[in-house]
């Protein structure tokens, strides 16, 4: 097993976390937590991972005969990517009614024009 995979996870994720903390905008913070998020498809895949592998259809041969992926873990990705849009959606309705109320999308100068 190589680490090569968690490496790569954990640099998009650290990627997604700096660009959300030196985002301005709040769309730009939105695709930075979503960069963030893809990381973890990257690590559930590289965990159900085995090298040499097939698909885990056993037809002919005892379960144990046969070297197969984990399923598990392609579901739990598959599961993530519908997670993942439906957060993005949701962060991006609330920036839009954000925006809609104070008339800008950067939360320094939404406070700044409303005094505090």
Same mark, same amino acid.
């Given at each position: 097993?190589?680490?090569?995979? #968690?490496?790569?996870?954990?640099?998009?994720?650290?990627?997604?976390?700096?660009?959300? /903390?030196?985002?301005?905008?709040?769309? #730009? @913070? /939105?695709?930075?937590?979503?960069? =963030? @998020?893809?990381?973890? #498809?990257? +690590?559930? +895949?590289?965990?159900?991972?085995?090298?040499?592998?097939?698909?885990? /259809?056993?037809? %002919?041969?005892?379960?144990?005969?046969? +070297?197969?992926?984990?399923?598990?873990?392609?579901?739990? =990705?598959?599961?993530?990517?519908?997670?993942?849009? =439906?957060?993005?959606?949701? +962060?991006?309705?609330?920036?839009?009614?954000?925006?809609?109320?104070?008339?800008? %999308?950067?939360?320094?100068?939404?406070?700044?024009?409303?005094?505090?």
């Amino acid at each position: 097993m190589t680490i090569v995979p #968690y490496a790569v996870a954990a640099a998009v994720f650290a990627l997604g976390i700096y660009g959300t /903390i030196a985002s301005r905008t709040l769309v #730009y @913070q /939105i695709l930075c937590v979503s960069v =963030a @998020q893809s990381s973890t #498809y990257i +690590l559930l +895949l590289s965990i159900g991972f085995r090298n040499g592998a097939g698909p885990p /259809i056993f037809l %002919s041969a005892p379960a144990s005969r046969v +070297l197969g992926v984990d399923p598990v873990a392609q579901a739990l =990705a598959l599961t993530d990517v519908v997670v993942s849009a =439906a957060t993005t959606a949701l +962060l991006l309705a609330l920036a839009l009614r954000v925006h809609e109320s104070g008339g800008s %999308s950067e939360p320094a100068r939404q406070r700044s024009e409303s005094g505090e």
